[in-house]
């Protein structure tokens, strides 16, 4: 909505040819005496947020890499979906003002907001979505985790020029919840440049500039659609160490910190009349990986083991200051199927020494792990506790820290590694369990069968408890052994506002912070 403002001017009298003349001459004195000379009016100031963040993006193709770093910029804020999750973990419309699911759910009609538009200025219509959809189904090159999304879409067609019609072939409670994320981000159909270097979305902020190794920038969409972005630039700036971040915070050349990766330096924010913390939940499982296709991951038991030598509520309290929930599956607080599985394969040494022996593994014939971690707090701290209490119960663990983009190449791409400590942040992830081509190689034909039931279900309440029958089956298997359920802790100072409580999505939301 914009909004129009009338001015008023007051009439005045009219004085003397002699008095006017008096007063333009002492005006005239004054000003030659008091007044340097004279410059230019300057610009208003740059509206600009300045957010500390962990991981940088290798590059803003959010399609042809996977990782999170990617959309954490750009979702909502540079493309957007059909459908947003707001921070309470709710579908609600976007780019579409409403949609309807047929009754064998198979058929969704997404009605498009007419005003949407690119910031290009081309309409956001029924032809751009049904061209994305092709484009990623025709993509040789997408990223295996939005390939197996997007699997179920049977195709799309435009019904009218702001109404789509996608066809899936089979039902999927997770289809709508995946489509809300980076699978369901609409590129400009005519957008000719780089990925990962620009962008043609139609969201409040473009890409303005990435320089590697320190920031990225974005620049007001002056053209936006919607509710007009609050900063003309918004920078992502970041560090892997996170005490360079804190002091940057402290000294005020940071107005945000996205996800405090120091929860032991929560007390240095405490002064109100400076900062504001923000406390919630969100998705990411900070998972110790178990890699299937090493051979000694083949036997239950010394999945078993490997969870039961460690005390999982003491490395929360030790390596991210007592924060963050204990977990014992794929599931978070926020999930509708979530139950606390933590006391599954219980924090029990003696026992875990015993599974140990029956596999195999004995003082002259240890069990020997590669534990390859990417450069992030959590993960390095987790790393060493996690090598200290495997040494306790006779596993030799050798450590190795990677920088991200190195740990993308060899670990999460190419598989060499045994045992890996990373957090899985994607809403609703437990899916990735059941595609053996993820890079943990978990093939198990019972869970996927559980996880297809679940998926397929007739109701959202039928498929919410075959879920937890499939959490459960996973817990119970030791697949993974999940270490805790990371905080969503953000520092701002004490002018922002509008921080969502919870990181529901993967998206560091900007479009409801503003400046006071």
């Not at 008096?22 to 004279?38: H, Q, Y």
């Not at 300045?50 to 993006?57: D, M, Q, R």
Request: proline residues 5%.
């Amino acid at each position: 909505m914009t909004y129009a403002a009338a001015a008023s001017r007051r009439s005045r009298s009219i004085p003397t040819k002699a008095l006017a003349a008096a007063v333009g001459l002492a005006l005239t004195l004054i000003l030659a005496a008091c007044t340097p000379a004279a410059s230019p009016t300057p610009s208003a100031a740059l509206r600009t947020l300045s957010v500390g963040a962990t991981l940088e993006p290798a590059s803003m193709d959010p399609w042809h890499v996977n990782a999170a770093s990617i959309p954490q910029v750009l979702l909502y804020n540079v493309y957007e979906t059909l459908v947003k999750v707001d921070s309470t973990g709710n579908i609600k419309p976007l780019l579409a003002q409403a949609w309807e699911v047929s009754p064998d759910r198979l058929t969704y009609t997404f009605h498009l907001n007419p005003a949407a538009k690119f910031a290009s200025g081309a309409p956001v219509d029924a032809a751009a979505v049904v061209a994305n959809i092709n484009r990623l189904k025709t993509d040789a090159k997408l990223v295996e985790t939005l390939r197996a999304q997007l699997a179920v879409v049977s195709g799309a067609e435009a019904t009218g020029n702001d109404q789509v019609q996608v066809t899936l072939t089979r039902p999927s409670l997770m289809w709508l919840y995946d489509m809300s994320s980076t699978l369901g981000m609409i590129l400009d159909p005519a957008f000719t440049g780089d990925l990962a270097t620009a962008s043609g979305g139609s969201g409040p902020y473009v890409v303005k500039a990435h320089t590697q190794g320190e920031s990225v920038v974005l620049a007001n969409n002056t053209k936006y659609w919607g509710n007009p972005a609050r900063f003309d630039e918004v920078t992502f700036r970041y560090s892997t160490d996170p005490n360079p971040q804190v002091a940057s915070m402290l000294s005020g050349d940071l107005d945000v910190i996205s996800n405090l990766q120091s929860p032991d330096a929560l007390s240095q924010f405490a002064d109100t009349s400076r900062f504001a913390t923000t406390s919630g939940t969100t998705n990411g499982e900070v998972v110790l990986g178990l890699n299937h296709d090493s051979k000694p991951m083949a036997k239950l038991e010394v999945r078993q083991a490997l969870t039961m030598a460690i005390n999982r509520r003491d490395l929360i309290d030790t390596v991210w200051n007592g924060q963050g929930t204990l977990i014992g599956s794929m599931a978070v607080p926020t999930d509708p199927w979530f139950e606390d599985l933590s006391a599954t394969n219980a924090y029990d040494p003696v026992k875990a020494k015993a599974l140990l022996k029956e596999a195999g593994y004995t003082e002259k014939a240890p069990l020997t792990l590669r534990l390859r971690v990417p450069v992030v707090p959590y993960a390095v701290k987790s790393a060493q506790y996690v090598a200290s209490q495997l040494r306790d119960i006779g596993v030799k663990v050798t450590v190795d820290e990677l920088d991200f983009t190195r740990w993308l190449d060899e670990v999460f791409t190419k598989g060499d590694y045994d045992m890996t400590i990373v957090a899985h942040v994607e809403a609703r992830d437990l899916g990735k369990f059941a595609n053996p081509k993820y890079y943990w190689h978990y093939n198990d034909p019972k869970f996927a069968q559980l996880y297809t039931a679940a998926d397929q279900a007739t109701s959202e309440e039928e498929g919410n408890e075959l879920m937890k029958q499939a959490t459960k089956y996973l817990a119970d298997q030791a697949a993974a052994v999940w270490l805790f359920a990371l905080p969503n802790l953000v520092i701002t100072k004490s002018t922002i506002t509008g921080v969502a409580q919870n990181a529901a999505t993967l998206s560091f939301d900007l479009t409801t912070i503003t400046s006071r």
